[in-house]
């Protein structure tokens, strides 16, 4: 029995293991895929400190992971399937069939990007479909593509194809967008970037590859098609909170958590998208898992056995 188990490998869940095992926590990392999280899509980070340059999303995505693993952290391939209290007795059940036990977990998964739901976003995903310009921008080089959304995401993934496309259309439902000011005003500067406010996709069109999409104005109801190449999806998250038990999570499916990182089960932690109330920031993830991992050691230490 692992006296913590942390679930996730991204920012909140590395944060989470580093001062875990720095308390001299018997822990385990479980991470369904690699380590990493949303921070390796993406491109540049300028607002974390430490780095007086941007830094790229892999690299300190790498750099969490190799400080964790110097430490002593354990990180296993392994997708969660479910989390249960038994008297003071995590159980943990994967995918493989296994079960693992712990006296304290910390839910750190994060969050998965929304799909908007219409004809041919399916069917053209990997065919000018994409959900992450860092991955897929160098291949629309010299072409005319579209970013949906109006958050951060956004506004840095349009900023990042004006390097590689020749036009960038970003679609806006709202006539507001609701990123950082910085980042508006970067968009509205760049003389590649062509705003499509107060609007929707309603299809995507193509045959082999994405040849147009359908849009819809919300204020005067009026239709249009718009010749892209690619169509770039970002418009938030979904929390990846499936596995964990309903009475700590809210409406949204997001885990409760009070500003210690407890939800109201105890022994039971959740830092980073995952929670209500996150600002989705890599900082702010890393600072929630730096939080519930010391209420995990006050827990465990506290408590009577």
């Known amino acids: ?16 293991s580093i001062y875990a095992m720095r308390a001299g926590l018997d822990t385990l990392v479980l991470e369904k895929i690699s380590p990493g999280g ?15 340059e ?10 969490m992971e190799q400080q964790a693993r110097r430490l002593g952290v354990t990180i296993e391939s392994k997708d ?32 998965s990007l929304k799909r908007l739901g219409v004809p041919g976003e399916s069917e053209f995903t990997g065919r000018g479909v994409s959900y992450c310009a860092t991955c897929d921008a ?45 980042l508006q005003d970067r968009v509205r500067s760049n003389p590649k970037i062509e705003l499509v406010l107060d609007t929707v996709v309603t299809q995507v069109i193509g045959d082999e590859k994405v040849k147009a999409i359908s849009l819809l104005n919300k204020k005067t109801n009026k239709t249009s098609e718009l010749t892209v190449n690619g169509l770039f999806i970002f418009i938030g998250f ?34 980073g998208d995952l929670r209500e109330g996150s600002y989705r920031q890599v900082l702010m993830a890393a600072a929630d898992g730096a939080t519930a991992s010391i209420s995990a050691y006050e827990y465990i230490t506290n408590k009577e056995w």
């Open 38 to 52: 949303q921070v390796m899509l993406t491109y540049e980070i300028e607002n974390y400190p430490g780095f007086v």
């Open 238 to 271: 979904s929390p990846n909170t499936a596995y964990l038990p309903k009475e700590v999570l809210n409406e949204a499916a997001q885990v409760k958590v009070d500003m210690h990182m407890r939800t109201p089960i105890g022994g039971l932690f959740a830092a």
């Open 1 to 16: 029995m692992k006296e913590l188990i942390i679930i996730g490998a991204g920012p909140a869940g590395m944060a989470a």
């Open 54 to 63: 941007p830094v790229e999303g892999w690299q300190l995505a790498s750099n």
């Open 80 to 111: 969660v399937e479910q989390v249960r209290k038994v008297q003071d007795v995590f159980e943990i059940k994967t995918t493989d069939g296994s079960v693992l036990t712990a006296r304290s977990v910390i839910a750190a998964t994060g969050a």
């Open 138 to 182: 160098a291949f629309f080089k010299d072409m005319v593509t579209a970013v949906v959304g109006g958050g951060n995401t956004a506004l840095e993934e349009a900023l990042y194809l004006t390097r590689f496309a020749s036009k960038v259309y970003l679609i806006h439902r709202r006539d507001e967008f609701r990123g950082q000011k910085i």
